[in-house]
């Protein structure tokens, strides 16, 4: 699980926002390295960004960046996706 706001968990008005985030998340995965890295940098800035990662809540989705870059030069892959408490969940897989 890449986002991480509890709060959100199980809320319905948070399903959208899961959901936004997530594409923006693959569309950036499955994107040239090129892309992928600066993109990846600037998380923050994605949509709905802050929603599903409060400050000091980031825990979850710095693994998928050391994994990002461990996997450089090859494009990620969405190898699962499913909804869990209202939740928008996906893994990827580099290289």
Request: contains cysteine.
């Amino acid at each position: 699980m890449i986002s991480d706001n509890i709060r959100g968990y199980s809320d319905s008005r948070f399903s959208a926002i899961w959901d936004e985030f997530d594409q923006w998340l693959t569309a950036v995965v499955i994107s040239s390295a090129q892309t992928c890295e600066p993109l990846l940098s600037h998380w923050q800035q994605a949509p709905q960004a802050r929603q599903c990662h409060p400050l000091r809540t980031e825990e979850h989705l710095i693994p998928h960046m050391v994994a990002a870059e461990a996997g450089y030069q090859a494009e990620g892959q969405k190898i699962f996706s499913a909804q869990v408490m209202k939740t928008t969940i996906s893994a990827f897989r580099f290289g």
